[in-house]
């Protein structure tokens, strides 16, 4: 036993030495230590009575790897001994084991043994017989598996990328191996019991851990499921070919019961997914033909893939099949594949008339591989015959399938897919591809069902239910022949497909015609909103397709449309819905957005502004129920959007007609002069009820903010922001007045602040120079002015507010400090206020909003905004121009926020860049001001701001604060993987010369240098002179 004068010594050698041999002689003890019986007494020796810190640091980190290796060795012989304990012991107990078999996967003794690597040997031999024990021994490598996939347990993601790529090199291949010599026992197997299957199941779960393994290191993202090749090591290749596991695993679907076949079949989409480079030429032509022929024998036999797991997966099997091997390497593969592609054409025609039994995400993975069939017959450079003629069946029976499908929905009460609109736009986009391969065939099929639905929609004396599932079966139709639509833009399409699609065209606008009637004499249902979100999908795809700047008149598509009144794109840009739909947000949501993208051309809006029903819209756009009324918030907020599309109609339109500006605002200047009669009066609670002029202020902001962002000529800017100081009626006070009332009574309600930031921020939004006037004008000062005092009436009272509860903390709160921020930037980055003149004359209003802006950024350093990334781009972006424009205001700046820049700054990991660009500055600023010459102060003083030295000050109550920024920034440049060297070394020079002459910069490389070991120390103390 070792005394306590032996072990200080021996932890503080640990812990501070700078010998690399004493360190290691050191380790070499401490390994002995452990690996002693002893080993606790030594441990509670250290802790009672040892010299602190190192004895404490030394005694828990010899404790941990104690209690883990003798836990880790009691968990195995406790599970081994005890195989019939209940799951919800096994389980949990088994975790345990392999998280500490992680934590110690590397660690060895003195003889170089691992100890927590040698079990696994064991494992591997116990799970090979089916017993109760092996069953242990599967559950077990089952769990050891997971866990060193999963990226928890260390604080050092390096670290566990070590010890998986450890376990992946030398443990993995065996226990993939073990796994399938299980499972090549189960054809061969008289019978299956339930011990034996649930033995079976393990061992399924077990290959699929195996292959499911993050091989290279890089966590795949789950959601992009078809787009993840499994990066096998070129080791396994001979264990693939020669145990011929693809063969394996199909056999098991005839053999296993269909409850776990989905386990067999999820193995077999990651092996159909690995990469192709893995084999060559000879062998990868054999491992496909290995999964053609698995297929077809399955196709052969379908009466499993009645069960929805199983034919969920075998999906998507078929998916990656495609998504990983060209057709030209599938034809390779002669009659086998020739007869799979018959036995799929018919299966998918049945699955699909059986459709509502499975998901629809199964229903995906089965068309995506048609999808992909159809999109490379245009290049596939082999015999693609029996491709193209089973294309047109399999889009012919996806089609009746919606139709069938619908049905369903009504009479058998299943989940309805439309409602899920994200899942059927992705649905549609493979069957634009499927649908444009035939497009005759397509539309002929489609135009038969829609006339049918239709006519049982319109026809009297049919029920509701009827009527219900027509409309449903419409609903898919309509999606339908706008997503064959959004094929028009591919290759190969000539005068018969604008023919094609004048024939769905029409039949829509027919119908949409028909259905505005009835909505204006009844309330609309859930029904109709879908079909409503059909008819919109319908427009956008014409839209992209049919009314771009690029896209040329389409004659014989527009003679289909003649009947209808509708001669040319000019009657096809009519959106009407905005009547009946004001109080549905999705709705409303997607009408506007449409009519974003219709107003995103300047020829589209010349086409716009020959409609009547745009024409009305400009004239009497404060008619409408979501404009109007000022009911629900989360409508109101899609006026910023209306009102951005109609300002951009408006620029063109005033180019002809200038006086019609007055015309257009003369709603919201009605609007303008009620809100400010009611603050005149002094008393909102006595003249009017509260909340309605408070929702009113919120929706008369979101219309400012809309008009704001898209007036980008300068005259008409300039015309817009006379109207905010004055809005026709000088006796009435100015916009800016109306916000600083407005937050005085609401400063605590983000609902209203945040539109006024917002308008603000947008206000002095430079867009297309429309606020740099020529020199006569004063307008930008007066404008900056009237904002100054709206950010100012705003922080000092955000300042003295209470806290809240954490729910509403980042709203009420933080969210609007970036706000502020985003405000000052975008003035500064404006470049066209003349700011560096306000000292001369006494104005403050630059640095009284500066002054406002830096105490809510200090307030802000309490909290941690980086996991806001809007907030956190706002703010270094604010303090990245500032340093950059205002150093006189930095240079005069409080100590207190001058360090709390270097805090931020020191902090920031997600927008490395701007923060290595403010430290720049700042230092650039700070070694100019020391190397300045004598004299050259009072020459700069006569054409800009005087500066101040409180940054001196500041650096004297903080002298650490330059130290640790080179440190850490020098750590990252040579410690870990930076993307940005670039960024981070151009403040690197600055900081090193500030630090030199105090010293620092040489103890940082010594202490550099006694990082690295002996042998090192020598050639990099020689490397680093004369840097």
């Not at 380790?27 to 004895?55: F, R, V, W």
């Not at 011929?244 to 776990?260: A, G």
Request: hydrophobic share 40%; glycine share 4%; with cysteine.
């Amino acid at each position: 036993m070792y005394d306590i004068d032996f072990l200080n010594r021996l932890s503080r050698t640990l812990c501070e030495a700078v010998n690399e041999q004493d360190r290691r002689v050191a380790e070499e003890t401490l390994s002995k230590l452990i690996d002693s019986n002893q080993c606790l007494q030594h441990c509670l020796l250290l802790l009672e009575s040892g010299e602190q810190p190192y004895a404490q640091v030394v005694a828990s980190g010899a404790l941990k790897r104690l209690l883990n290796k003798k836990v880790s060795r009691y968990l195995l012989k406790y599970l081994v001994d005890r195989p019939s304990l209940p799951l919800y012991i096994q389980n949990p107990l088994c975790k345990l084991y392999a998280y500490l078999t992680k934590i110690g996967l590397l660690e060895k003794d003195q003889t170089g043994t691992f100890h927590f690597q040698m079990p696994i040997d064991q494992i591997l031999t116990l799970a090979k017989e089916p017993t109760a024990e092996g069953t242990i021994g599967l559950k077990l490598l089952n769990s050891l598996v997971e866990e060193m996939n999963l990226e928890e347990g260390f604080e050092s993601v390096s670290k566990q990328r070590k010890i998986s790529g450890s376990f992946r090199d030398t443990r993995l291949l065996d226990i993939f191996i073990v796994s399938l010599d299980i499972l090549k026992q189960a054809p061969e197997a008289k019978t299956l019991n339930d011990s034996m299957l649930s033995y079976i199941t393990l061992a399924l779960d077990l290959s699929f851990a195996c292959t499911n393994y993050d091989f290279s290191g890089i966590v795949n993202d789950e959601t992009l499921d078809e787009g993840n090749n499994v990066q096998i090591p070129t080791k396994w290749r001979p264990v693939l070919v020669e145990k011929q596991v693809v063969t394996m695993f199909f056999d098991l679907y005839f053999v296993l019961p269909e409850q776990i076949i989905s386990k067999a079949f999820l193995t077999l989409v990651q092996l159909v997914s690995i990469r192709r480079l893995l084999f060559d030429g000879v062998d990868r032509l054999k491992f496909l033909d290995s999964f053609i022929c698995g297929l077809k024998r399955v196709l052969e036999s379908p009466q499993k893939l009645s069960y929805p797991d199983n034919f969920h997966q075998f999906c998507r099997i078929l998916s990656r099949l495609k998504a990983n091997y060209q057709v030209s390497e599938l034809v390779k593969c002669g009659d086998q594949f020739n007869n799979l592609l018959e036995l799929l054409t018919i299966f998918t025609q049945q699955s699909l008339q059986m459709s509502h039994l499975f998901t629809q995400s199964s229903i995906f993975y089965l068309m995506s591989f048609w999808s992909r069939m159809a999109g490379s017959l245009t290049y596939a450079r082999v015999d693609v015959d029996l491709i193209s003629a089973a294309i047109p069946k399999v889009c012919s029976a996806f089609i009746r399938s919606r139709v069938l499908l619908s049905e369903n929905v009504v009479r058998g009460n299943i989940e309805d897919p439309l409602e899920d609109l994200g899942s059927v736009k992705q649905l549609m986009e493979l069957f634009t591809v499927i649908s444009r391969s035939d497009y005759k065939t397509s539309v002929e099929e489609l135009v038969r069902n829609f006339e049918e639905s239709l006519g049982v929609l319109f026809r009297q004396g049919v029920s509701n239910q009827d009527q219900l599932i027509a409309r449903k079966q419409l609903i898919w139709l309509i999606t339908m022949m706008a997503a064959g639509l959004n094929g028009k833009g591919s290759a190969g399409y000539g005068d018969d497909e604008d023919v094609y699609d004048g024939e769905v065209v029409f039949r829509v606008w027919k119908t949409m015609q028909m259905t505005d009637q009835r909505l204006e004499s009844q309330q609309p249902g859930a029904v109709d909103i879908q079909l409503e979100f059909a008819y919109i999908y319908l427009m956008d795809e014409f839209r992209r397709t049919c009314i771009t700047d690029q896209a040329v008149r389409e004659s014989k598509l527009y003679e289909k449309l003649a009947p209808l009144g509708i001669n040319d794109e000019v009657g096809v840009l009519r959106i009407t819905n905005l009547k009946f739909w004001g109080k549905d947000e999705r709705i409303l949501n997607s009408t506007l957005a449409l009519l974003n993208d219709l107003t995103a051309g300047y020829s589209n809006i010349r086409r716009l502004l020959k409609t009547q029903e745009i024409q009305l819209l400009l004239r009497n756009h404060a008619v409408f129920d979501f404009v109007a009324t000022n009911e629900d918030i989360s409508i109101m907020r899609s006026r910023t959007n209306f009102y951005s599309s109609l300002m951009r109609l408006v620029n063109i339109e005033l180019e002809e007609e200038p006086a019609f500006f007055d015309e257009f605002m003369a709603p919201i200047t009605v609007k303008f002069k009620e809100i400010s009669a009611i603050f005149q009066n002094g008393n909102i609670s006595s003249s009017v009820n509260e909340t309605q002029i408070r929702m009113a202020v919120i929706g008369f902001m979101r219309d400012l903010r809309g008009i704001s962002a898209s007036c980008t000529r300068k005259q008409f800017y300039l015309n817009f922001l006379l109207w905010c100081f004055s809005n026709g009626d000088s006796n009435v006070s100015n916009l800016f007045s109306v916000m600083q009332e407005s937050i005085k009574l609401w400063i605590d309600n983000a609902d209203v602040v945040t539109p006024i930031l917002k308008l603000l921020a947008e206000l002095v939004m430079n867009r297309q120079s429309r606020l740099q006037y020529d020199m006569q004008s004063c307008m930008a000062v007066v404008l900056f002015r009237n904002i100054a005092k709206v950010i100012c009436e705003y922080g000092t009272r955000l300042l003295s507010l209470p806290p809240v509860p954490k729910e509403h903390h980042y709203k009420q709160r933080i969210k609007n400090t970036g706000v502020c921020c985003q405000i000052i930037k975008n003035v500064l980055a404006g470049n066209y206020l003349p700011f560096g003149v306000f000292y001369i004359y006494g104005d403050t209003c630059m640095t009284d909003t500066l002054d406002i802006t830096f105490k809510l950024f200090y307030k802000l350093q309490e909290e941690n905004f980086l996991v806001y990334p809007k907030l956190t781009q706002a703010v270094y972006g604010f303090l990245d121009i500032v340093t950059k424009d205002c150093t006189a205001y930095i240079s005069k700046m409080e100590e207190i926020y001058f360090i709390a820049i270097f805090r931020a700054i020191h902090r920031d990991t997600t927008a490395i860049s701007t923060s290595c660009s403010i430290l720049d500055q700042v230092i650039t600023y700070v070694f100019e001001q020391l190397t300045q010459q004598p004299g050259t102060t009072s020459m700069i003083q006569l054409y800009r701001e005087p500066e101040g030295d409180r940054w001196r000050t500041a650096f004297e109550k903080q002298p650490n604060v330059l130290y640790e920024m080179l440190v850490s920034i020098l750590s990252q440049i040579l410690f870990e993987e930076v993307k940005c060297q670039w960024s981070m070394s151009r403040p690197l020079l600055g900081l090193i010369i500030l630090t030199r002459e105090s010293g620092r910069f040489d103890e940082c490389k010594r202490e550099f240098l006694r990082q690295q070991p002996e042998n090192y120390q020598m050639e990099l103390d020689k490397v680093k002179e004369g840097i």
